[in-house]
């Protein structure tokens, strides 16, 4: 099997090679969506004006026809006119149709074949060889963005393309011209938002699958770790009771020990302290397995918490005189009674004293005060022992966590005591709140309500 610590790079390079493979293959795939649409909508467009173009010719009157008579000229002069014959003449479109007719036309075509109807700007102008052209019609926005056009001397402008077609080049003389202005990226857009949404979305949420994957294999590789290292710290608290034990019961074995009662009493109370070191062991653990389900049940009585903090220090004079160490009991709540389960919240009150000594050097000093507020009694624990980086001030309620000092088991445990302290006092809706400097102690601030 495959260590994970080898694997997980791989996976991480592999997934993040895939992730901007997708992405890249999406934004050329939209780039090219976006070309062809593009050139479709161009196509569209030139199909309107042909559209547009063969209406007015095939609605228009073929011919007018105006006999010319020789008009009265006074002075004798002739015309010239070739009088008694038929003179046809066509008319213009913008002399048969309307503006408004004229738009309809248009917008007709533009639905037919699927464009924009909105944001369209048209204009006919009559072109006569010789003359400056003229314009018959203008939509009121054509002008400016056809003098945008002009002074680009390009058929497409930002977001806009020109298309011109002459209505009739049999005219004659002069002929008219059709200018229709028609958006197109911004139909462009709309045509393929869809897609656009839909493809980013989709990228969205392997990216989040992608975060979620690294952050579930970043969470396993640290639990494997945290499980290694509590199967060495466990093993180690195991092995040195039984191994006494078993010193134990071999010495009560020996035929000398065997006839002296003071020996086997001694050697009894080795065997029964370790037992219960032991019990202790594996008490703390299920407590742990209880806390994760949430399967602890308080019993809730009134409880002082002065008469709680007096008896574990009590409890703690050896432990404190092997350290060479004092405690300053400054109980001033004036109202020291919670509503608490006393086993849970006397086992906080020994943890937090507890690892105040084992994390200290010689000559300890523990403050513990109390004090209450309207609402709240608040107890205050501070030592003067070896202190606590950020990190591990950031780590230190985490199941397993403990923080290293050097050699693995120069501090005996499992690193479950302060997630208890933590899963107690949530549990007793409690705050606890820690502040420590690296060299200078520790202080653990614990609020509980009163109300």
């Known amino acids: 099997m495959i260590p994970l610590k080898r694997i997980f790079p791989v996976i991480v390079v592999l997934i993040t090679l895939s992730l901007f493979g997708i992405i890249y293959i999406q934004v050329n795939w939209i780039k090219?969506?976006?070309?062809?649409?593009?050139?479709?909508?161009?196509?569209?467009?030139?199909?309107?004006?042909r559209d547009v173009n063969q209406y007015f010719i095939s609605h228009r009157s073929t011919s007018v026809q105006l006999r010319l008579n020789p008009p009265a000229d006074p002075s004798g002069n002739s015309l010239n006119f070739d009088f008694g014959k038929t003179q046809v003449f066509k008319p213009y479109v913008t002399d048969l149709f309307t503006p408004q007719e004229i738009q309809r036309v248009i917008v007709n075509s533009l639905k037919e074949h699927r464009l924009d109807t909105n944001h369209f700007e048209f204009a006919v102008r009559l072109a006569i060889p010789g003359l400056r052209p003229m314009w018959r019609i203008q939509t009121p926005g054509f002008a400016q963005q056809f003098n945008m056009v002009v002074d680009s001397n390009q058929q497409k402008i930002k977001d806009y393309k020109m298309k011109v077609i002459s209505l009739?080049?049999?005219?004659?003389?002069?002929?008219?011209?059709?200018?229709?202005?028609?958006?197109?990226?911004?139909e462009v857009i709309r045509q393929l938002t869809i897609m656009?949404?839909?493809?980013?979305?989709?990228?969205?949420?392997?990216?989040?699958?992608?975060?979620?994957?690294?952050?579930?294999?970043?969470?396993?590789?640290?639990?494997?770790?945290?499980?290694?290292?509590?199967?060495?710290?466990?093993t180690h608290e195991l092995k040195t009771p039984l191994a006494t034990i078993s010193l134990a019961i071999d010495a009560i074995g020996n035929e000398k020990v065997m006839d002296n009662k003071d020996k086997i009493r001694y050697f009894s109370g080795i065997i029964k302290e370790e037992n219960k070191r032991m019990n202790k062991q594996v008490e703390t653990i299920l407590q742990s397995a209880l806390?994760?389900?949430?399967?602890?049940?308080?019993?809730?009585?009134?409880?002082?918490?002065?008469?709680?903090?007096?008896?574990?220090?009590?409890?703690?004079?050896?432990?404190?005189?092997?350290?060479?160490?004092?405690?300053?009991?400054?109980?001033?709540?004036?109202?020291?009674?919670?509503?608490?389960?006393?086993?849970?919240?006397?086992?906080?009150?020994?943890?937090?004293?507890?690892?105040?000594?084992?994390?200290?050097?010689?000559?300890?000093?523990?403050?513990?005060?109390?004090?209450?507020?309207?609402?709240?009694?608040?107890?205050?624990?501070?030592d003067n022992g070896i202190g606590m980086s950020r990190d591990t001030i950031s780590r230190i309620f985490e199941k397993f966590y403990r923080a290293h000092t050097g050699n693995v088991h120069n501090v005996k445990g499992f690193g479950l005591g302060l997630s208890y302290v933590k899963a107690i006092v949530d549990a007793h809706h409690g705050k606890i709140k820690v502040e420590s400097v690296v060299g200078k102690g520790s202080k653990f601030t614990l609020e509980f309500p009163q109300e």
């Open 32 to 49: 090219s969506a976006v070309v062809i649409k593009n050139d479709q909508l161009d196509q569209r467009a030139v199909e309107v004006v």
């Open 168 to 186: 009739d080049e049999s005219i004659g003389p002069g002929a008219e011209q059709l200018f229709l202005i028609t958006p197109t990226q911004d």
């Open 196 to 234: 656009i949404i839909g493809g980013a979305c989709f990228t969205l949420i392997i990216i989040t699958a992608f975060a979620l994957t690294i952050r579930t294999m970043l969470n396993q590789k640290k639990l494997s770790e945290i499980k290694s290292d509590f199967i060495n710290n466990m």
């Open 291 to 382: 806390l994760e389900k949430d399967e602890i049940g308080l019993k809730l009585q009134a409880t002082d918490v002065h008469n709680v903090i007096q008896h574990t220090v009590d409890n703690l004079q050896l432990q404190l005189a092997a350290k060479n160490g004092v405690v300053d009991l400054q109980l001033n709540a004036v109202n020291p009674v919670i509503m608490a389960d006393d086993v849970h919240f006397s086992n906080v009150v020994f943890n937090l004293l507890d690892n105040a000594i084992k994390y200290s050097k010689e000559n300890l000093e523990v403050s513990i005060s109390t004090y209450n507020t309207r609402k709240s009694l608040f107890i205050v624990i501070t």
